[in-house]
């Protein structure tokens, strides 16, 4: 079954630095996104991008981040200036149809701990 | 603004004993979806509902949507110890895409 994919699983990262977070969604999928979840806390929505464009971002989703699909494959979120309170696990998900309703399939995540 | 809420935010029961949650908007909905979430993994789909009043059975979980598609349940009959994990909704038709807040289930063997 085909299932998307995430590198690294765990991240540590000093206060300041930029760190690039990478998924592969599944091959035929259209619809790409980033959440984030804080330890015992709810899932929380980054970005949508589709077609190539950020198509939806959260408030959380400011300045510091951005996403690229650099390739075919690849879909990333960098966070250029990483603080503690990014400290969090990171999910990729995609969907092929929009996410107003589709069935999004998450990838296992990132921690990311940022001292 | 649009809010999301879901009740209960833990639930601990005994294995055997009925569970539900619910699923509450501020504003009506185009369809819901459930996920659920197992302790240290990812969000897994477990179903969408999109009609008026839409019953929908998978095993031992019921879902439902509400008549006025504001609100949804998911009830899971004699739970097992499988059935541990945090079970999110998330609702269609928002601006925002948004997960609901959560219920952290615990079944005690």
């Known amino acids: 079954e085909p299932e998307v994919t995430q590198t690294p699983s765990h991240q540590v990262t000093q206060m300041g630095q930029e760190v690039i977070l990478r998924c592969v969604p599944i091959s035929n999928h259209l619809y790409f996104y980033w959440y984030r979840q804080i330890l015992g806390q709810k899932v929380e929505f980054l970005v949508s991008f589709y077609n190539n464009e950020i198509s939806e971002k959260s408030e959380i989703f400011d300045d510091q981040f951005s996403v690229e699909r650099p390739d075919g494959s690849n879909f990333t979120l960098k966070i250029r200036s990483t603080k503690l309170e990014d400290s969090a696990m990171y999910f990729c998900?995609?969907?092929?149809?929009?996410?107003?309703?589709?069935?999004?399939?998450f990838g296992p995540g990132t921690r990311l701990t940022v001292t | 603004g649009q809010q999301v809420m879901q009740i209960p935010q833990y639930q601990h029961v005994q294995e055997g004993e009925d569970f539900t949650t619910y699923c509450n908007s501020s504003t009506t909905l185009s369809n819901i979806q459930w996920y659920k979430q197992r302790p240290g993994g990812h969000p897994v789909f477990l179903i969408q509902?999109?009609?008026?009043?839409e019953v929908k059975k998978q095993k031992r979980l019921t879902f439902q949507f509400g008549e006025a598609k504001k609100n949804s349940s998911l009830h899971i009959t004699a739970t097992q110890t499988t059935d541990v994990g945090t079970y999110f909704c998330?609702?269609?038709?928002?601006?925002?895409?948004?997960f609901g807040t959560g219920t952290k289930l615990q079944v005690i063997p």
């Open positions: 998330q609702p269609g038709g928002y601006q925002k895409v948004t």
């Open positions: 509902l999109v009609k008026s009043g």
């Open positions: 998900a995609s969907t092929l149809v929009g996410a107003q309703g589709g069935e999004q399939y």
